[in-house]
């Protein structure tokens, strides 16, 4: 039985579908259904019920779940490990950052790090949230960056940086001469945003809610720099964590807006595989980053 096999299972249960599993997998439905059914055929039991929509579990289908689940990750944690004492010998730590922190928070703690450390080699990754999460489980990244990090019993989380909100604009809009705004003002705006279900537009979203504000995205991206680039040629206005636009903002080329009701802010985080091991250079990096030292 191959880990990969178990893993194509367990999404399926968890999704509820053979096209969602099959595409999380990059396989065609008839390969995922193929997979399930040697799984039955080895185990000599049903293991889910085709005839419900969506597609649900059996008895022995849950039992098997939950056993997979187990495999899987100690698997993981084995994996953890194996990279751990890897990158200790080989005196080197991997982190994984979202675009936005990797180019703009963490060059500064990677600076102070090589100063105290200067014989380890430091590799950074950019990654999706999603990405990262899943490279961290499973002991590729020893490090991992996110906005909006997530609780997770598998994860130990640290806080890095709560980053301000500010409205951006291009020069030309009328806002741009404006020091402060309501955050209500952007309902009536052309509001370009990031893509659904991306961590920060959620986080914004919940924003928008409590102010109970109701904004429609003419554009969405899921990235901090293709918003930019859309803002400066005027498509319409964003909200964004300040530490991205310093560049555009000496250049002229995007002007900054606070928002008058609070101190809005989008947090981010450190997420590190609880239980991996670390050598002294880690656990000094670690730190470094929640400023515990």
């Keep these: 039985m191959h880990i990969e096999t178990l893993k194509i299972f367990c999404d399926l249960v968890e999704l509820r579908s053979f096209l969602k599993a099959a595409e999380k997998h990059l396989l065609s439905q008839s390969a995922v259904s193929q997979q399930l059914a040697q799984l039955e055929l080895r185990h000599k039991c049903q293991l889910v019920n085709r005839k419900k929509r969506p597609i649900e579990p059996t008895k022995e289908g849950q039992l098997?779940?939950?056993?997979?689940?187990?495999?899987?990750?100690?698997?993981?944690?084995?994996?953890?490990?194996?990279?751990?004492?890897?990158?200790?010998?080989?005196?080197?730590?991997?982190?994984?950052?979202?675009?936005?922190?990797?180019?703009?928070?963490?060059?500064?703690?990677?600076?102070?790090?090589?100063?105290?450390?200067?014989?380890?080699?430091?590799?950074?990754?950019?990654?999706?949230?999603?990405?990262?999460?899943?490279?961290?489980?499973?002991?590729?990244?020893?490090?991992?960056?996110?906005?909006?990090?997530?609780?997770?019993?598998?994860?130990?989380?640290?806080?890095?940086?709560?980053?301000?909100?500010?409205?951006?604009?291009?020069?030309?809009?009328?806002?741009?001469?404006?020091?402060?705004?309501?955050?209500?003002?952007?309902?009536?705006?052309?509001?370009?945003?990031?893509?659904?279900?991306?961590?920060?537009?959620?986080?914004?979203?919940?924003?928008?809610?409590?102010?109970?504000?109701?904004?429609r995205p003419v554009m969405e991206f899921d990235n901090v720099e293709t918003i930019k680039r859309a803002v400066e040629i005027n498509s319409g206005i964003s909200i964004l964590p300040q530490t991205v636009i310093p560049q555009e903002v000496s250049s002229g080329t995007i002007k900054a807006v606070e928002l008058s009701n609070e101190t809005f802010v989008r947090p981010t985080g450190i997420i590190v595989r609880k239980g991996k091991l670390f050598g002294k250079a880690g656990r000094y990096c670690i730190e470094m980053l929640s400023k515990k030292t």
Excluded at 128 to 140: F, H, P, R, T
Aim: net charge neutral; hydrophobic share 40%; proline share 4%.
């Design 64 to 215: 098997f779940y939950g056993a997979a689940k187990d495999v899987l990750e100690r698997y993981a944690q084995l994996r953890s490990d194996l990279n751990a004492l890897k990158s200790a010998g080989a005196s080197r730590i991997n982190i994984a950052a979202i675009y936005s922190i990797g180019m703009h928070s963490l060059p500064d703690y990677v600076k102070k790090f090589m100063v105290s450390y200067p014989d380890v080699n430091v590799h950074i990754e950019y990654l999706s949230s999603v990405q990262i999460y899943e490279s961290v489980l499973a002991g590729d990244i020893d490090i991992g960056l996110v906005a909006v990090p997530k609780k997770d019993k598998r994860l130990n989380v640290y806080d890095f940086e709560d980053e301000p909100l500010v409205l951006v604009c291009s020069p030309k809009h009328s806002l741009a001469g404006q020091r402060q705004v309501d955050i209500h003002h952007v309902q009536f705006e052309r509001f370009i945003g990031f893509e659904k279900n991306t961590p920060t537009r959620i986080w914004i979203d919940g924003i928008f809610q409590r102010y109970n504000i109701i904004v």
